[in-house]
């Protein structure tokens, strides 16, 4: 029998995950400064909270889930036996995979109304699902790490949210460019086209520009109805250069000329202001306003926000921005959000390719003790319940064997340092400190012990 696991998904060796759980720990700390309290939700939802909430495209990467028992009983031949799959799928499956965290975090809110305090700061590290065709870099199963403050319009709350992008990467050790634009100004660019009605086509086909280039997202665009009149409006605002004040006033110079977009105005406005609160802060990634990023999601409708890590050959590594309507799909109207998720199985990929995880994020155990016996294993493990007390991690070969053994055993683990500990050390109250990766020893007391197993 051959075993294997899907396509798109990836077993952990404790070694991978030992560094998986150090970029979880420092996004977990970094939300923590900034007041963002966690929350969980189930892995499946009903489809009726999901479908609808990604656009066309996100829609047909949801994984369903099949009904319990006999699906099919209530479904008619003739419908079997017909080409329409949504109805069909209506009647087998009412459930599906979560397709990001965003949406669940709606329903969310709005179930939980009454228990919330507004403004909402949550956070949320959990698995997500899509249907997707796996390659380099994109996974069916992935974990994302997300922060969204729901209940106010402020853009203070987008700007800490740059803040958390900065110092995310900053103690992950990722140079990163932080792209930046606004739907409004993309729905600007829909007025100018007069296309308003069909912004949702043309953000999907401008979110694949990095992907497949210009000339295709003009034949998409094409393919959808667009005129080459209005792809030539649309093509230089994609093409904009110069430095972010540049952009700004190129942006505010189109969108004054005849008929006034106040739309378009308004999201530069936006980020205007944004990186008006920027400037001032200390701030050490590059901010790059880019008018090609549209993020096809569609529930976003203010800035929008994506992160590239600099010279690595991957999809972005974190991305969001503001949702107003959101909780307005489920009932709850006029409660604004703004949030950010970033992909903690693409910052492993570019953490694993450019060698930034700290040595002391390869193990868990700080220390072992080499084994000699019974009467040497009760010295140790008293020992080791001291050294566990102040947080020191420590571990005992199993079971008596030869010292050149336990040495190999914990070189493999990537343990830095071994205790040999045999008669002469227990009457003298002593122990021999052998540093691994120096491959040297010496004697050493109880305190001195502790004080060398805390260094960093």
Known sequence: MSLSIPKGTRDFSPEEMVKRNYIFDTIKNVFKLY???????????NLSTLMGKYGEEGDKLLFKILNSG?????VS????AGDKIPALTNKISEKGLRYDLTVPFARYVVQHRNEIVLPFKRCQ???VWRADRPQKGRYREFF???????GSVSLLNETELLQIIDTVFSKLGIDVTVKLNNRKILAGIAELMEQSEKLADITTAIDKIEKTGLEEVKKELALRGISEKQIAVLEPILCLSGNNEEKLKKLEEIFSCGEVSQTAMTGISEIRHILEYINE???SSTIEIDLSLARGLNYYTGAIIE???CNVEIGSIC?????????GIFGMKDVSGVGISFGADRIYDVMTAKNLFPESSVGTTRVMFANFGQKEEIYCMKTMQKLRADGISAEIYPEYAKLKKQLEYADKKNIPFVVIAGEDEIKSGKFMLKNMKHKTQEEVTFADLTRRLSEK
């Open 319 to 327: 991305g969001g921005g503001r949702y107003d309507n959101l909780t």
């Open 77 to 80: 031949s003739e419908l079997l």
């Open 35 to 45: 007041g963002y309290l966690p929350i969980e939700t189930p892995a499946m939802e």
């Open 281 to 283: 802060l200390e701030y």
């Open 125 to 127: 590290i959990q698995p």
């Open 70 to 74: 006999n699906f099919l009983q209530n």
């Open 307 to 309: 992160v590239k890590a």
């Open 144 to 150: 994302q790490c997300d922060a969204d403050v729901v």
